[in-house]
């Protein structure tokens, strides 16, 4: 039996090492031209965000970095989650750090989370009629989106937000008081003059100025306070959010001084769409891959519950690899905390150490997947994303613990499912062992066919044909000892070793 528990464990390690030659490729890319200006990669992120965009964005970043072009964002989009908007504008300023050239193209909108990606790339070009702002963080419920009800939370993720915009425009150069009025709408924008300069300042720097007898020259009020700022392609312009218009993707290339350039578009691949399914039930696959490696455990042999249990961490895994949030020494740390898990079960049990780096292992690498590669702490959103997941993570595992509980009480008592575990003395739980009805009982005595360490098998006296599975009581028990039964309940067999010759 434990020989079949470690070759569980080495069925599962196989399957998260096979992970690093699953992502789906990116196309072949064409030989190098003698410059840069005979390409560019052009990628489109249009619908609601999901993680699915962030694996066809990662895919463009990584085109663009192995031909050394420019990277074109064309965005229409109404935006979405906050921890995603998050990543997808740290991965594109990461672009910008490793020497891509990132250009957004609003091409009709980039609104809520789609304007954090505009502004976090070094150009933005407009259509005519496109659109930029409206970024105020909102909640989906049943009835439809709305304003975040607990009023403390809701300053607490705005005012997150809202320094994130601003932190991200003032790195772009671009006016830090028009980012923060898309997210809040108690941020007033002035326009006002400043020794013959014009400037934009929020409401409170006007304020400020005055209570100072410094107040700058009003030009214009370009949003006053309690509404949200949207700005139309000409507005954002003339007020330097944007880098210019372009009517056509061929205007903005033009406009990079890349007239002529081959475009090497990427299209969204249906294992990206995979990818978002996944990450949607990403959780739920997590919790039922957990409860089935339970079960596994408490089940004699190798069976449906350890498939299932493979399969469903796999998924998890492969769906966080897929969209680039999982990278290989992520997974390694997960597998190598399995590893010390197993060896704390069946090599060294008692020993408490490695089960307890192992579980550390377990979890630190989870929670590294889901806050992705581009952590930062320094940024207010970077830190509430990371409790999130781990409040999503430690529940999820709480989730798995109380159903754990709840097959051990309930569910040998079931006549199909009851087969599949250990279940307490008599004819159900010679049933669920295979064995002889007067076999399996407290005080039964019988000898270990294998090592118990702390879990093996057995051979009843009372049915010696038949090996049980069983887990020592105390230390390990060798392999031909005498052995007593000393607890028949749902889910275990305990023995506990005993002198040669006692009947």
Not at 132 to 138: H, K
Not at 153 to 159: F, G, L, M, N
Not at 211 to 238: C, D, F, H, Y
Request: glycine share 10%.
């Amino acid at each position: 039996m434990t020989i079949l528990r470690v070759f569980f464990f080495g069925l599962v390690c196989a399957c998260f090492a096979s992970l690093a030659s699953a992502r789906p490729a990116t196309e072949p890319a064409a030989e190098t031209s003698s410059g840069p200006a005979s390409e560019y990669v052009h990628v489109r992120v249009e619908g609601p965000l999901d993680v699915g965009a962030q694996s066809l964005l990662a895919r463009g970043i990584r085109e663009a970095r192995e031909r050394g072009v420019p990277l074109v964002i064309e965005l229409d989009t109404p935006g979405g989650p906050i921890e995603l908007m998050w990543e997808l504008a740290n991965q594109i300023d990461a672009a910008g750090l490793d020497g891509v050239e990132t250009v957004a193209w609003i091409n009709d909108k980039a609104l809520s989370a789609g304007a954090l990606l505009a502004i976090a790339c070094e150009r933005i070009y407009m259509s005519p009629h496109g659109v930029i702002g409206a970024a105020m963080p909102v909640q989906v419920g049943p009835e439809g989106i709305m304003a975040i009800p607990d009023d403390q939370a809701r300053e607490k993720i705005t005012s997150a937000t809202r320094s994130s915009f601003r932190a991200f425009a003032e790195k772009k150069k671009r006016p830090p008081a028009l980012a923060e009025a898309m997210v809040d709408a108690d941020v007033e924008v002035r326009e006002v003059l400043v020794d013959g300069e014009r400037r934009l300042i929020t409401g409170k720097e006007w304020d400020d100025a005055r209570e100072k007898g410094a107040a700058p020259e009003l030009v214009a009020t370009i949003v006053q306070r309690g509404k949200l700022l949207s700005l139309s392609a000409e507005q954002a312009n003339r007020y330097g959010l944007s880098d210019g218009l372009a009517e056509k993707l061929d205007e903005v290339v033009e406009k990079l001084g890349l007239a002529g350039a081959a475009p090497v578009s990427l299209a969204r691949t249906r294992s990206e769409d995979l990818a978002a399914l996944l990450d949607q039930w990403k959780f739920v696959l997590l919790v039922v891959a957990l409860l089935a490696g339970w079960t596994e455990f408490k089940a004699p042999g190798f069976g449906l519950p350890g498939v299932l249990s493979i399969v469903c961490f796999s998924l998890f895994l492969f769906g966080q690899y897929l969209v680039g949030i999982a990278d290989v020494w992520q997974i390694a740390i997960v597998v190598v905390g399995l590893v010390l898990v197993a060896v704390e079960i069946f090599l060294m049990p008692g020993t408490i150490w490695f089960g307890l780096a192992g579980a550390l292992c377990v979890l630190g690498g989870l929670v590294a997947m889901a806050v992705g590669p581009n952590f930062d702490w320094s940024y207010a959103l970077n830190r509430q994303k990371l409790l999130s997941e781990t409040f999503d993570l430690a529940l999820g595992l709480v989730i798995a613990f109380l159903g754990a509980l709840f097959l051990s009480r309930f569910i040998g008592k079931t006549p199909v499912v009851g087969r599949l575990v250990l279940a307490p003395a008599g004819e159900h739980s010679a049933a669920a062992f295979g064995a002889a009805p007067a076999a399996v009982r407290l005080g039964a005595f019988g000898r270990a066919v294998t090592d118990l360490r702390p879990v093996g098998k057995v051979a009843l006296d009372a049915d010696p044909a038949r090996e049980l599975e069983a887990r020592a009581s105390g230390s390990a028990i060798d392999r031909g000892a005498r052995v007593r039964v000393v607890e028949v309940s749902t889910g275990r067999l305990v023995v506990e070793s005993v002198a040669e010759g006692e009947s």
